[in-house]
């Protein structure tokens, strides 16, 4: 064993041992790396957000718009729409106002003004990216003809491989669409879930928890990974043992 002599590595060695002391109860030194790690990614991401939104969309084109770029004199340039960028920077400084008690009424209209926006632009990109790209997945080919066209090509070059893999393309559309349909009809809530309404709807339970069990195997199976990352940090890069 031959330990690092970074100080930097030090640093992350103790910072994890910290965090891994949380096993045994909940203690100062947990508390400690929890408050450092949190104040640190806050600040990162206030300095962050500073240089490449506020700085780079507001702060920047007023500048240029203003004419304050250049060194010359504040003025606004004619056909230069950039200084309408003051709008958003005003209703941006009133959000600060939730600070007053007094006028911290104020803070409602631009938050109203964001949630508004926000709204209306994400909802056609939502759909377009998430709705219809999720339709378009789940309007599978059954591919009988291609499993047509593996049966001759296996019948001519007298192998099976090609079919095998046919049929078991087909059988996997076949699967992905029953689960899809009886997972939708489980949501169907318009009629009493008896008789054939009844027998879907309990399928469509079944094919719902095995996929909320592999998203949960999932998560765990990159949980795990990030903690064999972390032991081996402190065993090659902190202990140095090989």
């Not at 046919?166 to 009629?191: E, M, N, Q």
Request: with cysteine; net charge positive; proline share 3%.
């Amino acid at each position: 064993m031959n330990p690092s002599h970074d100080f930097g590595v030090w640093v992350a060695a103790l910072l994890t041992l910290f965090v891994f002391s949380f096993l045994y109860k909940d203690n100062p030194l947990y508390k400690f790396a929890e408050h450092l790690f949190v104040g640190v990614s806050a600040g990162y991401y206030i300095v962050l957000n500073y240089w490449t939104v506020i700085d780079s969309n507001l702060i920047g084109p007023l500048r240029v718009a203003f004419g304050g770029a250049a060194g010359g004199p504040l003025h606004v340039q004619q056909g230069d729409y950039r200084a309408l960028l003051l709008i958003p920077g005003l209703l941006g400084l009133l959000l600060f106002t939730r600070l007053f008690p007094r006028i911290d009424w104020i803070s409602r209209w631009p938050l109203a003004v964001i949630i508004g926006v926000y709204a209306g632009l994400k909802t056609t990109g939502f759909a377009q990216g998430d709705l219809v790209a999720q339709v378009q997945a789940s309007l599978q080919s059954f591919g009988l003809v291609e499993l047509a066209h593996a049966f001759k090509a296996s019948e001519l070059a007298h192998t099976s491989s090609a079919t095998w893999q046919a049929i078991g393309h087909s059988c996997d559309v076949v699967l992905f669409t029953a689960g899809l349909l009886t997972s939708l009809l489980y949501f169907y809530y318009s009629r009493e879930h008896k008789g054939a309404l009844g027998v879907s709807s309990r399928l469509g339970i079944w094919f719902l928890m095995v996929s909320f069990g592999a998203a949960y195997g999932y998560t765990v199976m990159s949980r795990i990974s990030l903690l064999i990352g972390r032991f081996q940090f402190l065993i090659e890069d902190w202990l140095r043992i090989r």
